[in-house]
């Protein structure tokens, strides 16, 4: 989008798929990346995330419901693209059907809006805790105690933050592209945009 970027990328929408088809190898991260753009030798599908460890969750003995507070969590940028506002009308849906003990954790920085301000003219500043930029260990660290995670990313490639919540045993809820339909169920999966089926889902786990 800067200095003729979409004279650029006019050129290699065409191009791309031509080079790719006819280089000597391809890599990928994900199979539908693999389909849409083929090379005609030789391709694997590899992520690139990268985790020391699984960790292994006590089971539920009890329903969410009766801890006196539910965490959600998300890790990434805080952009409209990675679908911010639309977990935020979420997490007030949840709290208009009863779920008022929802607390939601934001791990990121490069923020394209004031988010606190819309927070706090949503009536959600009590829920919503902005833990800024952390390390790879503090992230972990942070999965480990969430007792969700969401991602409503309107475009995602690999979902990395999610592959390491679920490296963590928790649970993902996400939108319904590509890259997350490779490692969900679909149940755990909603329209991209759509908070309302988001918070069903969020209830629903």
Not at 57 to 72: G, H, Q
Not at 125 to 132: A, H, L
Not at 142 to 149: A, L, Q
Request: include cysteine.
């Amino acid at each position: 989008t800067k200095r003729g970027g979409k004279i650029i990328g006019f050129g290699m929408r065409y191009l791309m798929p031509l080079f790719i088809k006819k280089a000597v190898g391809a890599a990928y991260v994900t199979n539908f990346l693999k389909e849409k753009y083929p090379n005609t030798k030789q391709s694997i599908v590899a992520s690139n995330v990268n985790l020391e460890n699984f960790y292994e969750r006590s089971p539920l003995l009890m329903p969410l419901t009766s801890k006196a507070e539910i965490k959600i969590g998300f890790v990434g940028g805080l952009t409209e693209r990675k679908g911010i506002y639309t977990l935020l009308k979420a997490l007030l849906i949840c709290h208009d059907q009863g779920f008022g003990n929802i607390k939601l954790q934001l791990i990121g920085g490069h923020e394209d809006a004031n988010w606190r301000e819309i927070v706090v003219s949503m009536g959600l500043k009590e829920s919503v805790e902005f833990c800024g930029l952390c390390t790879k260990e503090e992230v972990f660290s942070f999965n480990k105690r969430f007792d969700i995670y969401v991602q409503p990313s309107h475009s995602e490639g690999l979902p990395r933050a999610s592959i390491e919540a679920m490296a963590c045993g928790t649970p993902v809820v996400a939108s319904n592209l590509p890259g997350f339909r490779e490692l969900l169920h679909k149940n755990d999966c909603c329209a991209v945009g759509d908070e309302v089926q988001l918070s069903k889902r969020i209830i629903a786990l």
